[in-house]
């Protein structure tokens, strides 16, 4: 009787490291699938497509910047002519979308390169913010203090943006237009709670305008429609 239930402990030890192995397979297989975000996919805008998310109607009535390829490059800065020229030409680059739709002072912008590319909407909300979600998960990126913050959420989200944007074979063309932004949450928004502090997330230029994205749930929103907008104390580009 104490050899068969020696035997038979010896059994249940093997078996449940099998299993203990088989899940450490499963999470190692899960995080090494999740380890490279997708391939970029990029907004394929015509130049009569209407901008939907300024704040105005006269502004979301003007025609979306023109644009040189299907990876969709727009310029950070304003031309020459363009400042001379003011209110006359129709929105031609960041810089004066969110300056005239949105009220952010070129004071409050900072851009680090000077062409970005546009992605696709659909490929965001649909493969890109699901990836991150996920990868977010299964290595345990939760807001746990300094070191891991708002800040720090929305600058790896960011980066995954950039390694998507290499591996969609158009970084050469420019950057992502993609931002973190520094505002006071005076109100609650994609499962942050009003703190009337400062908060860190991101906006994204697609076809359909800038959105707002707090990448910590993933929640999306126009700048138009986001709660906070009025309270963006500084952009980096």
């Not at 590319?117 to 977010?136: G, M, N, R, T």
């Not at 063309?173 to 520094?182: E, S, T």
């Not at 009003?194 to 929640?219: D, K």
Request: with cysteine.
């Amino acid at each position: 009787m104490r050899i068969i239930g020696t035997v038979l402990l010896l059994a249940v030890s093997i078996l449940q490291e099998g299993c203990l192995r088989t899940s450490h397979q499963i999470a190692s297989l899960e995080r090494e699938r999740f380890k490279t975000p997708p391939p970029m996919v990029y907004a394929k805008m015509d130049l009569g497509v209407r901008l939907a998310s300024l704040k105005s109607a006269e502004s979301a009535s003007r025609d979306i910047p023109g644009t040189l390829d299907e990876a969709k490059i727009i310029r950070s800065e304003s031309s020459p002519v363009k400042r001379l020229l003011g209110n006359l030409l129709a929105y031609d680059t960041l810089q004066d979308e969110l300056h005239e739709g949105f009220g952010l002072r070129p004071s409050q912008i900072e851009f680090s390169d000077q062409k970005y590319v546009i992605p696709s909407h659909e490929w965001l909300v649909s493969e890109f913010i699901p990836y991150s979600q996920k990868y977010f998960a299964i290595n345990d990126f939760d807001v746990t203090g300094e070191g891991m913050d708002c800040d720090n959420v929305a600058r790896l989200f960011r980066n995954q943006l950039v390694i998507s944007n290499v591996a969609g074979g158009r970084a050469g063309d420019g950057d992502i237009a993609c931002g973190v932004i520094k505002v006071k949450q005076n109100k609650p928004f994609g499962g942050v709670h009003t703190t009337n502090s400062a908060h860190s997330l991101l906006i994204i230029r697609t076809e359909l305008g800038w959105q707002a994205i707090e990448p910590q749930t993933g929640t999306v929103a126009t700048l138009q429609t986001y709660p906070n907008t009025d309270y963006i104390e500084w952009l980096l580009l």
